[in-house]
């Protein structure tokens, strides 16, 4: 940092140039709707990026590199680095400008913008200062509308609950373009194919010496269009065709043909396809919200392309709509839905390496997927995993071992929700797509070989572009099996409830998945700009055990001798769990940023089940966690483990707490930096006897509740992110333990280190 830092800032600017050294916006008169961030986005030239409070990293590292271009070394630099930003007076002017016509824009029409640079030339920097005076904003006092057409005036004021400019708001110019497209939607999702925004205009009238204006909305009668000659006045259009094309070639097929076979469903859909009838036509019939002899619906040609992309089987989508003119005096359009096949089928290969708290391993998985197997665009797919990992440390007397997993599991997908006596509208709107999936994964540790079986029957769907996302498993059934188990491992285990959930058990629950974002699809370099605020909610819940306990009891089942029931022979679990997350990221600028994310859960055992099975426990510490602490070794509560064994056992609850906050900053190249402060905890429902201190109260959790901070170095390649952390103990509530390492950290004690990938949250 010494070195980057003392490098000189204008070593590469040119003799009789100066550097832009600093850029600010100064609003002399503030106003609710204007901040200096915002207007930021305006300028036409800024200086370099600044991080750590004010150091230019990328432009300092570039700065590293010689003069000597034909250097491979100086050519890397420079292309990692970022060069510096040379003073340009012309697009000083053209900031100033841009600056007063967006705040005209926004209603502050009468505002002032001037602007002074500082250049010195001894140091060869310039400084250049923008003095905005808003002015008092015009502000919109009535609106009125002007439109001839009674049928355009009905479906236009029909929408009014959508309006986004009302009477008293700012005279925006922005939202007015809003409000444009906002009824341009309107109209073409009701027969109008052929309306654009522009047929929409607006009168804003103001009095003298006032900036009360009354806003007219007029709407245009069409223009001459070469393509649409008989387009003189606003009327509707009329779905004639719909054509699905399946294997389209560009190069071989035109309008007069489009394969050897065709079909044409109930629907009056026409599908087109080779003899090979690759795609069911039944399955695209699924997919169309297009209907002949509708009226032309722009958000129908939308949906039609969603419900198309979840089929597996397609490459490539485009549907083009063909007006046709008036036949028999209506308006109509022909829509053809041009479909290219994917490869069928695919294999992959996965190899990663593991570093498990120091123990080193390895993974390999083959994954076989078939895209059509039953040409609806069904997928089955077949995974196989082998992993290996070195274990070492005191495990109970069984000293440098290893964990050995074989895993195979075996899925079925079909792009439709797949229930009986559901109406065929209902399944249509949500989109479902249905999995059954079958597993088997066998697990062998020094302490117990675990056998796990099971299959699944979920139900999953997307809304607004993927932005909201839920997954309903109405059926999940494992069964987990310890058939080889060391003696001393069990008789180090005094409680005999968690002694329980390492013995044979089955779970069959049932579970709600929700994920919601606000976070744009395109990325920062797509949209030319950068999202300020992004959240996403993630939340889960399920229960199990509560219809085998229903059919215990209906079917006079015995308890065992000591008060369960069984299914299958096998003792079966009763809980309720539920855990949320919500993360919260906001954007400086494209290159800094500050995230926050809180997270809780709970688990509650009940009926046939006296704590939870040991998989469906929550753990704390670790990469994602409070990272002052290796994963699985906080927790429960204020308990304090003394060998790796109890880490292993004990360290896990029933309820969890978890609180993050963290800057983000590309410093330059791939590199990123992070700074971060992380609390949370898990606790216990019940006081157990052998994780003293664990269980959760009112009057002290606060207390139990751990804190660390830390700082990570990230290589963001795009595609992955690279992560290495370092947190140390800031608060430690175990006992027995240095309570507050912050006032007296040791670095070997309260140091741990974390490698992953991706962001934590």
């Not at 005036?153 to 922005?174: C, K, M, T």
């Not at 670790?622 to 790796?644: D, F, H, I, K, Q």
């Not at 609850?653 to 609180?659: E, K, L, W, Y």
């Amino acid at each position: 940092m010494a070195v980057l830092s003392s490098c000189s800032s204008t070593k590469h600017v040119p003799q009789g140039k100066l550097l832009l050294d600093k850029v600010k916006i100064k609003v002399n008169d503030s106003h609710s709707q204007v901040e200096n961030n915002q207007l930021t986005n305006y300028l036409r030239q800024l200086p370099n990026h600044r991080v750590l409070g004010g150091l230019k990293l990328q432009l300092a590292f570039y700065n590293l590199s010689g003069r000597d271009s034909t250097k491979w070394l100086n050519r890397w630099i420079q292309r990692v680095g970022t060069p510096p930003v040379i003073y340009d007076s012309a697009l000083t002017v053209a900031g100033a400008e841009q600056l007063h016509m967006a705040l005209s824009n926004r209603g502050f029409m009468k505002n002032k913008v001037t602007y002074t640079v500082d250049a010195d030339s001894v140091k060869r920097k310039a400084r250049v200062e923008y003095d905005v005076t808003l002015g008092e904003p015009y502000y919109i006092r009535s609106i009125g509308y002007d439109i001839p057409d009674p049928d355009l005036h009905e479906l236009i004021l029909a929408d009014s609950a959508h309006f986004n400019v009302h009477e008293g708001d700012l005279l925006d110019f922005n939202h007015l373009d809003e409000w444009r497209q906002s009824i341009t939607d309107h109209l073409r999702n009701n027969g109008y194919y052929a309306f654009n925004k522009e047929y929409i205009t607006f009168l804003a009238d103001t009095a003298a010496n006032s900036h009360a204006v009354d806003l007219t909305l007029y709407s245009r009668d069409p223009y001459h269009n070469d393509r649409l000659p008989y387009y003189t006045e606003h009327e509707p259009f009329y779905v004639r065709n719909v054509t699905y094309v399946t294997d389209y070639d560009p190069v071989l097929m035109h309008d007069g043909y489009w394969g050897e076979d065709t079909v044409t469903l109930k629907s009056g859909v026409r599908v087109f396809q080779s003899h090979d009838y690759l795609l069911r036509p039944g399955a695209l019939d699924e997919c169309n919200y297009i209907v002949p002899g509708s009226l032309y619906n722009a958000d129908a040609i939308t949906r039609t392309y969603r419900a198309l992309s979840r089929l597996n089987a397609l490459k490539q989508i485009n549907i083009d709509v063909r007006p046709l003119g008036k036949i028999d005096g209506v308006l109509m359009v022909d829509a053809f839905v041009l479909l290219q096949l994917d490869n069928s089928q695919s294999v992959s290969v996965s190899l990663e390496g593991t570093n498990t708290e120091g123990d080193l391993g390895f993974g390999v998985g083959v994954d076989y997927r078939h895209r059509n197997i039953f040409r609806g665009s069904e997928t089955f797919n077949v995974k196989g995993r082998v992993s290996y990992e070195s274990l070492s440390g005191n495990l109970g007397g069984l000293i440098n071992d290893n964990y050995s997993e074989y895993s195979v599991e075996t899925g079925l997908t079909f792009p439709k929700f797949m229930f009986p006596f559901l109406r065929p509208s209902f399944k249509n709107k949500i989109q479902a797509s249905t999995a059954f999936t079958v597993n088997f994964d066998y697990q062998a540790r020094p302490e117990y070989t675990r056998v796990i079986a099971g299959g699944a029957w979920r139900y999953q769907w997307t809304e607004r572009s993927r932005r909201l996302a839920h997954t309903i498993t109405l059926f999940d059934l494992s069964v987990i099996s310890v058939p080889k188990f060391k003696e001393e491992f069990f008789d180090k285990i005094a409680n005999p409830l968690l002694r329980d959930s390492y013995k044979d058990h089955l779970i069959m629950r049932t579970g709600y998945n929700f994920y919601r974002t606000n976070k744009a699809e395109m990325s920062v370099q797509q949209m030319g700009r950068f999202q300020r605020d992004v959240f996403t909610i993630r939340a889960n819940a399920e229960t199990a055990g509560n219809l085998l306990y229903g059919l215990s009891h209906l079917t006079g089942q015995k308890a065992s001798q000591d008060g369960s029931y069984k299914a299958l022979g096998i003792r079966y679990s009763q809980y309720f769990k539920a855990d949320a997350d919500y993360s919260f990221t906001h954007y400086f600028d494209n290159r800094q940023s500050v995230a926050f994310h809180v997270g809780a859960g709970v688990a509650v055992p009940y009926g046939n089940s006296d704590v939870l099975p040991f998989e469906k426990r929550f753990y704390s510490g670790g990469a994602n966690s409070v990272r002052g602490w290796g994963v699985r070794t906080l927790g429960p509560g204020s308990y304090n483990s003394n060998n790796e064994l109890s880490n292993f056992i004990y360290q896990c609850g029933d309820i969890r707490f978890d609180i993050n906050l963290e800057y983000r900053a590309k410093l330059f190249w791939v590199v990123e930096l992070g700074l971060f402060i992380d609390a949370g905890n898990i606790w216990t429902i019940r006081d157990y006897e052998d994780q003293p201190g664990g269980v959760f109260k009112f009057n002290r959790f606060y207390e139990q509740i751990a804190g660390a901070y830390g700082a990570g170095i990230r290589l963001d390649f795009k595609y992955f992110l690279v992560r290495v952390d370092m947190g140390m103990k800031a608060h430690n509530p175990a006992s027995g333990q240095e309570h507050w390492p912050l006032i007296h950290p040791k670095f070997k004690r309260d140091s741990e280190f974390h490698f992953s990938v991706g962001y934590p949250f």
